[in-house]
């Protein structure tokens, strides 16, 4: 597929997600970040987490474009949902290997993770999409948010009592225990995982308010202008909702809550419709370029930075009589002696987006994508 052929505003939103993405998981220091580019420490929602659920609401804006008009013909369902399945899967052990890789320790390895949850939300939602309409997917997604709602507030958590959303005594926490183990959830809080099983149930909303959405801009019966208006009226609305919700369900990316998946999953909604309008409808394109370089090889930028910055920490060079990797030893040696803690910190991070481009610049130019 060429560039000329995909929907621009998509790819340059998909873009300015993953290079969000990089940009907070790169830190010079984790020690020195400015607060919107670090997660909430538990309720609430900065900037950083809303990247993760904007690139799922992708996912399914895609796979509305993807599976939109091939759907029609239930004949090729099946071959479909084999290639979904397999895309999915491929995505999944992408993350497996990430979280392998360098030591490959299979006794601790971390199951779930990013890339995990997005082949499954993926795989999940094209199935959703080509077997059901789209009042069928509403319905659907209203029924997992409050599935999920009832089961985090109303369900008792074994061995613990009522149910709460305390970070390690809640029920989506005693299901990565129970199910995944302590030895392969997310190391940094060793009893429970942010991408867990549970929580991937209204992960999946995100994927279907993506689709939703991308079938609404493919209508042929509206102008332009209209599917834009009702786009922006529809985000706001959700995200509102959302904040409403929060008040006795609090927004937690953590968790990924229901009024987490309405609030993010709006304000998805609002940043597309407005890419949408200025971009394909009013054809300001040009300082999309660096963007939609990102966009067309989402995938392959994200697994390959995360492998870059892993085998950089096996690295070993000496600073100043102190073994330190290539990552530290760069972000040090150019970096902290003439800025600010905070400020070197971002610096490097934003280097390590530029330094992407340039590798992702050609391959756009070339019309090099590398499908997952």
């Not at 030895?183 to 991408?195: F, N, R």
């Not at 992407?356 to 994508?369: E, H």
Request: proline share 4%.
């Amino acid at each position: 597929m060429t560039t000329s052929n995909r929907l621009l505003s998509l790819d340059a939103f998909r873009g300015l997600t993953v290079a969000a993405m990089i940009l907070v998981n790169n830190p010079g220091s984790w020690a020195h970040i400015y607060p919107p580019l670090e997660h909430a420490e538990w309720n609430g929602c900065t900037p950083t987490d809303l990247v993760f659920p904007f690139f799922l609401f992708i996912v399914g804006v895609a796979i509305a474009f993807a599976y939109g008009n091939k759907k029609e013909n239930e004949a090729e369902h099946a071959q479909l949902i084999i290639r979904a399945f397999k895309r999915g899967l491929i995505l999944f052990f992408l993350g497996f290997f990430l979280a392998l890789f360098p030591a490959f320790d299979f006794s601790t390895v971390r199951i779930l993770g990013v890339l995990q949850r997005i082949g499954i939300v993926f795989f999940l939602c094209a199935l959703l999409f080509i077997k059901t309409s789209s009042k069928t997917q509403l319905w659907v997604f209203a029924f997992i948010l409050l599935l999920y709602w009832a089961l985090m507030t109303l369900v008792p958590v074994p061995g613990v009592g009522a149910p709460n959303l305390a970070k390690e005594t809640n029920l989506a926490a005693w299901v990565d225990r129970l199910i995944i183990t302590e030895a392969h959830v997310w190391k940094s809080a060793k009893t429970w995982d942010p991408e867990g099983l549970l929580s991937t149930l209204p992960a999946i909303g995100t994927g279907i308010l993506g689709m939703l959405a991308g079938t609404w801009i493919k209508r042929k019966d509206k102008n332009e202008s209209e599917k834009t208006a009702w786009l922006f009226f529809a985000g706001f609305s959700i995200s509102i909702l959302g904040q409403i919700w929060g008040l006795a369900f609090p927004i937690n990316k953590s968790l990924w809550t229901s009024s987490y998946v309405l609030y993010a999953g709006g304000l998805a909604m609002l940043v597309f419709a407005s890419l949408y309008w200025i971009i394909d409808i009013q054809g300001h394109k040009k300082w999309t370029k660096p963007f939609v370089a990102y966009g067309v090889n989402a995938i392959t930028v994200f697994f390959m930075s995360a492998i870059i910055v892993k085998i950089m920490s096996r690295i070993k060079l000496d600073l100043q009589g102190e073994e330190v990797g290539l990552q530290t030893w760069l972000y040090k040696t150019l970096f902290t002696p003439w800025l600010s803690d905070l400020n070197a910190s971002l610096a490097w991070a934003l280097a390590f987006v530029l330094f992407w481009l340039l590798i992702l610049w050609p391959m756009y130019k070339r019309n090099i994508i590398i499908k997952v």
